[in-house]
């Protein structure tokens, strides 16, 4: 057992070197781009190498697949999403592949908690560093094979340097375009990043508490059913319960009715048309949020096998339905609203979360139906999330936004497609006159120019591409 421990240092010590060394070569005197997705795609390469043997569980094989993608999609286009796309990828897989009796949403606070603890944890050197053993045979050997050679070597090198001009410049006739003070920053990063990759920490209380993540209750939970407040029974809380739910329905009818007139059948000013629809998809969303709330409140327990509880139950899936009704209005809204004015960001991240609200709804649905726990909605919901992050970080939603508006004739407005990201080909084929452009203060052809003349490992490849528009 001490001598897999002794490996697993060992192990440990060699990755955060290596990686630290190859940060450092692809980092110095550069900017960021294409050597960070080569950095992603290197530690996915250790981390596949080293724990080749839990590549077998298809949850793995998953996150090794858009940890690949995602390093390629950084590597194209060099964005915050592609970045945080990449960084959520490797860190899930490193955690799953060292970790998988622990449920992957730990992860997210395990983040934060190790990029601070790891400004101090750098110096427990007996965390990742090799054990040795100094003893007379060490400092005999360090003696005889190191220390005389050298100081010989110098004592001739001096004398060999005043005998000869030609020898000494052979020597000293370097100059080394080296900055101390940006390699040493480099350095300090590389090596952060690298222990922090490799050598994170996991408290004791996250496996003491992992099995409160659990997607069902043990059978423990099951027989018990304990009131939330201790002045009220369980039966005085299960009817305050159908109470609370009965009117909260009925209050949301009411809301739908009021909302979708509003949205569809009064005239709205132009001008006000755009505050107005997102303050009402603002309403929709937290309206969700809160709907869930109100699910995971009644039912985090007991009352999933409370057999009283059958009339709760049904109220709050009428709860739930009128939600997505709520979220449905809201989506045709939105549908609409494109329709006459084009695509945006916004209005595409609009989708997103109305995306996601329907299926927070729907799990909350099957977590009421199949008794599940709290965690279980928490757990299944993070996996959409981080791929509504994979999608955002793959798709090249400005060309997407200016292909769609250009073909609908809306949206089209030369300083909106401007502050559009990677539509430069679309772009300049309807303002040829903005290639002459290049004394512009943060035009986009000055960004495309500062791209495509970086350093090899620090180009953009999207950039690279249009290098015929040029």
Known sequence: MQSTFKFEIMKKY???????????????KETIGLNVGVF???LLAL????????????????????SFISSVAFAWYADFASFLALFLSLVFLQFRVQNQE???????????????????????????LPKREINNDFAKKLIAYFIIPAVFLA?????????????????????????????????????????????????EVCYEKNKLLANDFNEEAKLQNQSTFSFLDIDFERKSGEITLFLLNVLLLIFIVTYNYEQFFEVVEKSKLSADTHERVNAVIFSTVMAVGVILFYFKGGFNFDEKAKKLKQLAQIWIFLNAVLIVSAVIKNTEYISCFGLTYKRLGVYAFLGLAILGLCYSFFKITKKKTNAFLFNQMLWYFYGLILLCSYVNWGNLITNYNVSVNKGIDKEFLENLNYNDEIYYGLFPEELKNIDKKNSKIENLLEYQNASSVSKVLYYENLAKIK
Not at 51 to 65: E, I, T
Not at 103 to 128: D, M
């Open 14 to 28: 060699h990755l955060i070197l290596v990686s630290s060394l190859v940060f450092i070569l692809l980092f110095y």
């Open 40 to 42: 992603g795609l290197f």
């Open 47 to 66: 981390v596949s190498y080293s724990n080749s043997n839990k590549f077998k569980d298809r949850l793995n094989c998953m996150l090794f697949v858009t």
């Open 102 to 128: 622990l449920k992957i949403i730990q992860v997210i606070p395990l983040i934060f908690l190790n990029g601070i603890t790891s400004f101090g944890r750098i110096f427990i050197f007996s965390q990742y």
């Open 155 to 203: 004592l001739f090198f001096i004398v060999y340097s005043f005998g000869s001009n030609h020898f000494s410049s052979l020597f000293t006739d370097y100059y080394f375009d080296i900055n101390l003070w940006i390699l040493f920053v480099i350095s300090s990063l590389g090596f952060y990043i690298s222990f922090t990759f490799w050598n994170y920490w996991i408290p």
